[in-house]
């Protein structure tokens, strides 16, 4: 109920698609495995600077990044693997995972799939809610009798 305002709020919260669009394929499914490893060994969140530490699977070394937004709003991110160049790295990717999880809503991140499912069940109950007030037309009677 309150994710289109922890949304607003949060603007470090991603979406998939948010995701695909800062990153490359393959830097999110490395991401994505980082996180699920618990690579990420520290992250904090001041203000609109997310910083964190991250072990590097490959070469266990502890890289710190931080990830910013500047004033026209693109996202920002300096990490010490250096493989920044205009598009996330994986390092990055799983910080982002890591806050999103933080602060609630790993869902949209997570699994596309599963998002995709929520919005057919959410579809599939405004379907039955509709049923269930047009299917009563007793009760719309009831009430448009005369209450004398
Ligand atoms: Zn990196």
């Known amino acids: 109920m309150t994710e289109t305002t922890s949304f607003e709020l949060d603007p470090l919260v991603f979406d998939i698609d948010q995701l695909h669009t800062l990153a490359s394929e393959q830097a999110v499914h490395d991401g994505l ?18 910083s964190a530490t991250i072990e590097d699977s490959e070469t266990n070394e502890a890289l710190g990044l931080e990830m910013r937004y500047d004033a026209d709003g693109n996202l920002l991110s300096d990490c ?67 209450g004398r």
Not at 41 to 47: F, H, K, L, N, R
Request: with cysteine; aromatic share 8%.
């Open 80 to 146: 010490e693997c250096g493989r920044t160049n205009g598009e996330l790295c994986r390092h990055s990717v799983a910080a982002l995972f890591t806050y999103s999880a933080r602060v609630g809503s790993p869902k949209e991140l997570l699994s596309a799939g599963e998002s995709a499912i929520e919005e057919r069940m959410q579809s599939a109950r405004a379907e039955v809610r509709t049923e269930h007030l047009s299917g009563e037309p007793a009760f719309g009677a009831w009430h448009g009798a005369p």
């Open 33 to 50: 495995s980082d996180f699920k490893n618990n690579c990420v060994t520290w992250a904090e969140v001041e203000g609109n600077l997310l």
